[in-house]
């Protein structure tokens, strides 16, 4: 079973930076697609951006031009570059992945291995 285990979450000030690492273990295959969505208290978990194996990369409108993923593919090792953060960014981080070539990188459901998700708090 792949295992995926997110690193780097914590606290920051608001216009701080963080930087975010996906890390997975018993991979056999190549994982065709991984991403990244965030949690909130009370609110559903929603697309932070995404990465596929063709280096093609994906970002909600929210974290655009601030926001950065990339991906190690030999290591398996996805990364979020988090800049110029604000409070708004305040949620638990969730790495995820799935080996299928899957059109709605954005969906949760589109994903089949998911990590136990990192903290990301922004004080103003």
């Known amino acids: 079973q792949v295992q995926l285990v997110e690193t780097g979450g914590g606290l920051v000030q608001a216009g701080g930076s963080l930087r975010l690492t996906c890390s997975a273990s018993r991979v056999t295959f190549r994982l065709a697609l991984m991403g990244w969505f965030r949690q909130a208290p009370g609110k559903d978990r929603e697309f932070v951006a995404a990465f596929r194996i063709s280096s093609e990369a994906y970002y909600a409108d929210s974290v655009k031009g601030r926001f950065t993923v990339s991906r190690d593919g030999a290591k398996n090792t996805m990364y979020l570059q988090m800049n110029a953060l604000k409070p708004e960014d305040t949620a638990v981080y969730y790495c995820?992945?799935?080996?299928?070539?899957?059109?709605?990188?954005?969906?949760?459901?589109?994903?089949?291995?998911w990590g136990r998700g990192t903290q990301v708090t922004v004080s103003s």
């Open positions: 995820a992945a799935t080996a299928s070539y899957r059109n709605h990188y954005h969906i949760p459901g589109s994903y089949d291995y």
